[in-house]
């Protein structure tokens, strides 16, 4: 991320959208300085897919949000 607030915001936007219980997954994220980490593990291939792909879809809509508004203001 460009920053750490920005890492930080997408952590924020993100990690509410937990995993439904009965998916047979599981999304940890964690943010440390500018990094955004996500770990996945999944019973099957098809459950992981669908996963990472809805996340990154949901990443790019934060992405794109944090760069039509500019740069952040620190509260």
């Known amino acids: 991320m460009p920053s750490e ?3 930080s915001i997408a952590l924020g936007s993100l990690a509410p ?3 439904p219980r009965k998916g047979g ?3 940890e994220l964690s943010a440390l300085g500018n990094v955004l ?3 996945w593990t ?4 098809r459950i992981l ?3 990472v792909g809805s996340f990154l879809d949901n990443l790019a809509l934060v992405l794109e949000t944090m760069e039509q508004f500019g740069p952040s ?3």
């Open 5 to 7: 607030r920005e890492a």
């Open 17 to 19: 959208d937990r995993e």
């Open 25 to 27: 997954i599981t999304k």
């Open 37 to 39: 980490s996500v770990r």
């Open 42 to 45: 999944a019973d099957e291939a």
């Open 49 to 51: 897919r669908v996963s």
């Open 73 to 75: 203001v620190p509260l």
